[in-house]
């Protein structure tokens, strides 16, 4: 009995140290960087001072991003309009490599919702049928509206016309001044396949 105990005991505070261990190591990787956060306290006041010239926010708070909800930042300023309330974040895209800030993506997100979308879709269906798919969504590391069409049909000589009148719509009629524009069959053969970016 008393060999039994010193097994269990021992056995015992192994996994009471692994877990003391496991916990230590959680805290320690929720922690943020104090360094990193003045670093992106600093750039998102030149970010703010260059884009937002009116004065009216303040930084309140860092976030720390350490479970990789985002994935293209780690850290970002936490910023509020000083009349309204309105916060967003300012943050150094690990995609793009600037500073971005969140207000700016989701008014171009909603821009392409509201008005790219809307104009785009009955376009590529009257030219293309109805068989014909769109993607069209904002791509933050692009900076750019990205649309892809997928044709459910056979490849027909004036398709190239078609992507190229489908581009110059986009540009000239929705006046879209960024867009990769990708179109393709279904088997997505490369072959097949048009694509431009402006």
Do not use: C
Request: hydrophobic share 40%; aromatic share 14%.
């Amino acid at each position: 009995m008393n060999k039994f105990l010193k097994i269990a005991l021992s056995v015992f505070g192994v996994l009471l140290a692994a877990a003391a261990a496991l916990v230590l190591i959680f805290i320690i990787e929720m922690t943020p960087d104090e360094d990193e956060e003045e670093k992106v306290m600093a750039q998102a006041e030149e970010y703010l001072a260059s884009h937002y010239k009116d004065g009216q926010y303040e930084i309140y708070d860092t976030l720390y991003d350490n479970m990789g909800n985002y994935g293209y930042f780690e850290y970002a300023a936490l910023v509020r309009n000083k009349d309204t309330y309105q916060t967003f974040k300012v943050y150094y895209n690990k995609d793009t490599q600037k500073m971005e800030d969140t207000l700016t993506v989701e008014k171009q997100e909603r821009y392409i919702n509201n008005e790219v979308r809307p104009a785009l879709l009955p376009y590529i269906h009257e030219q293309f049928g109805d068989t014909a798919e769109a993607s069209i969504q904002y791509s933050i590391s692009d900076e750019k509206a990205a649309i892809n069409v997928r044709l459910a049909k056979e490849k027909e000589e004036s398709d190239g016309e078609l992507f190229s009148n489908l581009v110059t719509y986009i540009k000239d009629d929705i006046k879209l001044e960024h867009a990769a524009v990708l179109m393709f069959y279904t088997d997505e053969n490369e072959e097949y396949m048009w694509s431009e970016e402006f």
